[in-house]
């Protein structure tokens, strides 16, 4: 393999896939390196929303989004922003957008989808964009072979679905443009560090079967291939709160070997994002499921009593959950108006018989028989309830002013005066056990605003560039909208291959 490619993109998530389809387009050699046997990672279980601003698609929906609104909600809501990158990625997301839809098997919609910040520069439902879904027997087989299938399907070793949707349209769409052009793809190749020619990153060696193997490129690689969640010790190294079995990257997966053959290469790093949280529904298995659009219920703390709106945005509630251990399991309560369903989206949800089965959810006739069956004080908890049933009714919740916001509202449907407070009072009552789940961790690699790799100094590592959850996020430790992570690694990933061909 050695001098065959010009490009090696490391990790097939949304912004490697999409540094590989540029780069290939452009007339580069690129090969695809993947870990696993499938491509997409944590991008294919995604909704595949993409926050890209001032785009051709939101000009088609004709809603009120501009690169300057974009602009304004940043500037509002980012603390201590790096504001080259800012501005590059500000700069670049339409022109990306454009690029991929001149590509016959590319096309995106709006989705809405509110964002997650009252701010200035905030667009009424959003501004997220898709792709559109594409059925399976519209794709070359290989591509739909390779994709990796949605996360419930997944983690039950079931192939994916006749339409795909969300990510997995993203990466499908992406990677059949890929291999039109000639692309390569190699899988169950894990990257266990760099090929040096003198100081300038010249390659990736890899593991095989049967051996070590170098794959080089003679203009430079592409690290995006997420994040850390994957490894325990890393995650406990740089205070990432949460745990390895309750990520929601793929089981194998983000395990950090690409980052840390940086770092030894002397690529500085930053830690302070951390990490994309959400709410965590834990399976009898003790996995994790991504959690929002919570319709009824209250979520409560291991003495019984709540500690934010339930209805936030998932980012924003997983890092309530973490400001305490006490929140670590949390139980969320819930009647039975759904029929003992869990009345919020869950991926996946599980069997509830399964759940009850485990302990992971408990059913229970009263409030107390029910603070009782998960150890909560049951005074504490039948107060928290009907103090939550009083702001059902008059329609103000004067603890955490759930339904004041756009996004609090999107999912739900209650009948009431607010309708996002319903009232728990339909026996027999329920408990799901939450943990803090992530969509991967967000500190890594300090790039510039051209994605390469960035020294301590301020130099850089030549041929050495980095997008997605392998490098550090331009947005810091906010997470303003549906999709923002992916926007960013799709944008960061494309501003890398125009330096790599010096456009």
Not at 288 to 309: E, I, K, N, P, W
Not at 431 to 436: I, N
């Amino acid at each position: 393999m050695s001098d065959a490619y010009d490009v090696v993109v490391v990790g097939s998530g949304g912004g490697a896939m999409t540094g590989a389809f540029l780069a290939q387009r452009a007339g580069l050699a690129t090969v695809v390196v993947e870990k696993t046997p499938l491509l997409g990672g944590t991008s294919a279980y995604s909704g595949g929303a993409c926050w890209l601003p001032g785009s051709q698609v939101q000009q088609r929906a004709g809603i009120a989004d501009s690169t300057e609104s974009a602009r304004a909600y940043l500037a509002a809501i980012l603390d201590d922003p790096d504001d080259a990158k800012v501005e590059a990625f500000l700069a670049h997301a339409p022109v990306l957008v454009a690029e991929l839809e001149a590509d016959e098997a590319i096309d995106f919609e709006w989705l809405p989808f509110p964002e997650y910040y009252d701010a200035p520069g905030r667009v009424p439902f959003g501004r997220s964009i898709q792709p559109t879904n594409v059925k399976r027997a519209d794709l070359p087989q290989r591509v739909g072979e390779l994709v990796r299938p949605p996360v419930e399907r997944d983690r039950a070793g079931e192939g994916g679905r006749n339409t795909l949707s969300g990510g997995q349209a993203l990466i499908a769409r992406l990677l059949d443009g890929f291999l039109r052009e000639g692309g390569t793809v190699l899988t169950d190749l894990p990257v266990t560090g760099f090929v040096l020619d003198g100081d300038r990153v010249a390659g990736v060696a890899a593991m095989t079967a049967e051996g070590a193997v170098e794959i080089h490129a003679r203009r430079g690689v592409l690290v995006a291939a997420g994040g850390f969640e994957g490894n325990a010790d890393l995650r406990r190294e740089h205070g990432v709160p949460g745990d390895v079995a309750w990520t929601m990257a793929p089981a194998g997966t983000n395990t950090g070997e690409p980052i840390q053959a940086a770092i030894a290469l002397g690529a500085a790093t930053d830690w302070r994002p951390v990490g994309w949280f959400c709410p965590g529904l834990e399976q009898p298995d003790g996995g994790g499921s991504f959690t929002l659009g919570f319709r009824s219920g209250l979520m409560v703390d291991q003495h019984g009593r709540r500690y934010a709106d339930e209805c936030l945005p998932y980012d924003r509630f997983g890092r309530e959950m973490a400001r305490s251990p006490e929140r670590i399991p949390s139980w969320f309560v819930f009647d039975s108006r759904e029929g003992g369903r869990l009345p919020a989206i869950a991926m996946p949800e599980g069997d509830p018989a399964e759940h009850l089965a485990a302990g992971t959810w408990v059913r229970a006739e009263s409030l107390p028989e029910l603070a009782d069956a998960i150890g909560v004080s049951a005074d504490a908890l039948v107060a928290t309830v009907e103090r939550f049933n009083g702001f059902c009714e008059t329609g103000v919740d004067e603890d955490f002013g759930r339904g004041a916001d756009e996004y609090d509202t999107f999912f739900t449907g209650g009948d009431g005066p607010n309708k996002a407070l319903t009232p728990c009072t339909q026996a027999p009552f329920y408990a799901a056990r939450f943990v803090l789940s992530d969509l991967g961790t967000k500190g890594g690699l300090v790039t510039d605003e051209r994605g390469r790799v960035l020294r301590p100094d301020g130099t850089h590592v030549e041929g050495l560039y980095a997008s997605s959850n392998s490098a550090a996020s331009v947005f810091g430790s906010v997470y303003p909208g549906p999709g923002a992570p992916l926007g960013s690694a799709m944008v960061f990933a494309s501003l890398a291959v125009r330096n790599l061909i010096g456009a």
